[in-house]
């Protein structure tokens, strides 16, 4: 544990907060009406005194083999553990208890890019039984059983969700990679989560075009071997049933085509596994300090009652309701927010391939009012795309919103009021809510029908979730200090992930060891979560998120490692160093910029940016490419010459450079600067 790397932490420019504060808005009586959770009396249940026992609230909501006798076993902290004793299966909460009522309702509303598709409309019955005959599939034809690790690299198809549910109907662990990610960064996954099947498609719609998936799988499969995990089996879907729609051609041996080998599992049925609540559901890589992701692992039965509550009492969904979350579930809000919590309780949820302004900025709208939609859920990135292209295309549609949700990255105040002006055509209600791959489900937020809205604020701990601000000596800062600092949750949780996939120690160093006031303590009370990210806290109680304090990029709500671009740009021969750093972005909210500085003999050319620039897609995806390269004659570092990626981000934000007298070079600067 003596490698604990203490962060930069929080910057100047982050300490002092000046913004004027913005005014509140209020549900409407309509909203209040209806909702799932009106009553503040269940509010307090959630209060500090009733915790850990507050969240059978949430457990009760799904249907349990065996009742747990351990609400929270905190024994080993920081591996807590909730609803222990309990026994359940995930898939068995999401299909098969509600055939009796919803047999004939859709579960799933698919809408494929082309819009001279069909749209598909997918009941509880079909998916129960497609699930079925998948996990059969899966336990003959591959021999998995509960415990073992299935790596996912899927694209937006309800094939995707029909894989995750027969998963977790075996026990199987499903590791779904954003299919926008390369072959490399899905061989990294593969690798890590030791997987021998891979399940993937042919190809898929983005931006008009039909992409070719399957060689993707193909680089997988090669690097993951090179790197000592063989890939036995690749399963692969048809984007077009019975027509394979991919250049890449089969491997003898390897390659199954799932639409030809399922015909020999048609109307089979497979008994739900009778899981123990700690089992592991699944895992999500999420981009860490270091260039290895980590495997983000989440259980069963804490998981899968965070999210159906938080997507009950939170989300406000009900059985009636058409829901729509345009994040891929390639993501964590996908899994959590498209899967597990809205099937868990019966909704109707659409799954969109494609993106929201293509082939134009009105597409949302449209399918909005085609389908109904009445609850909304998507990224400050997709909302000012749309308010670009199209600010009054909401206007023409006829769709009426409820409830509209906010995720990924802050979002400004204006692109808020424009959201709730013209999007939710003042109706709707806005939640923002703050929360990571590795919390599983929402962390702060507003109540929807009880608390006020506040635009650019994420609110109050969600019910059950006490946060915190404590300056860099974890002293904590009262909310009216308006000074900004660490956020840290202060008590245990269901939904957080047990730990990262086979990495205790850097699980606890990168979430605990930071605040932890006594290693020895059994007291959750001496556990705060750190969470990395910046925030403040108002008078009022309400969060007001900063951005992250550690070195990932947050780009359109997805998550880089600066040290994993780093480490693709020195792929590149010509360069000797490289340093990423996040840049504000208008769209995106924060784009990578790359500095490299070339080895002797080389000189810089538009060539070489290009080339950079192609390396980092190719290696870790679209989502990577770099807003400018910049070739630099030097790096600025320190004495014990280290690079100052401080001074880096400070020149390609176009702010000051601060103090800048500790450099080896200070010289450097300005030349650096000058190339702006
Ligand atoms: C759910 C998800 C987590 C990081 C997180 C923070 C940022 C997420 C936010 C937000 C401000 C919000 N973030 N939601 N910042 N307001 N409502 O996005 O998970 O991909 O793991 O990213 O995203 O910086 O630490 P993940």
Redesign the pocket.
Known sequence: MADFKKNDGITEAQIAVHWKEEDYYYPKTHFIAQANMTDEKILEKFGEKNFPNCFKEYADLLDWYEYWHTTLDTNNPPFFKWFVGGKLNACYNCLDRHLDKYKNKAALHYIPEPEDEPIQHITYQELYRRVNEFAALLKDFCGLKAGDTVTLHMPMVPELPIVMLACARLGVIHSQVFSGFSGKACADRIVDAKSKVLITMDSYYRNGKLLDHKKKADIACNMAKEMGQEVEKVLIWQRYPGKYSSETPLVEGRDFIVNDVLKDYYHREIEPEILPSEGTLFLMY?SGTTGKPKG?QHSIGGYLSYVTGTSKYILDIKPEDVYWCMADIG???GH?YIVYGPLALGASSVIFEGVPTYPDAARPWRIAEELGVNIFHT??TAIRALRRLGPDEPKKFNYHFKLMV??????EPEVWKWYYHVVGKEEAVII????????GGFL??TVPAIHAMKPGS?GPGAPGIYPAILDDNGNQLEASSNKAGNIVIRNPWPGRMLTIWGDDERFVNQYYRRFNRDPESKDWRDWPYF???AAVEAPDGYFR????IDD?I?VA???LGTKELESAVLLVEEVGEAAVVPVADKIKGKVPHVFVSLKPGFSPSKELEEKITQTLVKEIGPIAKPGKVWIVPDMPKTRSGKIMRRVLAAIANKQDVGDITTLANPDIVKQIQSMA
């Open positions: 999420t983000a993501w964590i809000t959590s990224s400050p906010t995720v990924g990255e802050p979002i923002d809510t703050w929360w990571q791959t590795e919390t702060c937020t994420a969470a990395g990210d998120i900063l951005g992250r990932v947050n709500g997805h998550r």
